[in-house]
């Protein structure tokens, strides 16, 4: 059974970072592409991007170039999100799950915010 557990979420300033992280248990991570996408209060859930396993970075949303990036580690079976330069409209809860959404974290919750 794929377990995949997210952390580093929290509240910040407009401008700050915060780095998500997210490890998968059960099966290889090796055996999966991971996806970042995110929710916020009202609204559609959005494709962040998506890292393959030799870590190409995928459909990077327009939302979001230059300012996020994804990498893996696949020693520590665990995929980040850095998020740098956040805004407000960054507000989200943001789930890593695989490619595809077979299986999905619980989320955690992220708060730009002055």
């Known amino acids: 059974q794929v377990q995949l557990v997210e952390s580093g979420g929290g509240l910040v300033q407009p401008g700050g970072s915060l780095r998500l992280s997210c490890v998968l248990s059960?099966?290889?991570?090796?055996?999966?592409?991971m996806s970042w996408s995110r929710q916020a209060p009202g609204k559609e859930r959005e494709l962040v991007g998506t890292i393959t396993v030799s870590s190409a970075t995928l459909n990077l949303a327009n939302s979001v170039k230059g300012r996020f990036t994804i990498a893996r580690d696949n020693a520590r079976n665990t995929v980040y999100l850095q998020m740098n330069s956040l805004k407000p409209e960054d507000t989200a809860v943001y789930y890593c799950?695989?490619?595809?959404?077979?299986?999905w974290g619980q989320g955690t919750q992220v708060t730009v915010s002055s």
């Open positions: 059960g099966r290889p991570f090796t055996e999966y592409a």
């Open positions: 799950h695989t490619r595809g959404g077979g299986y």
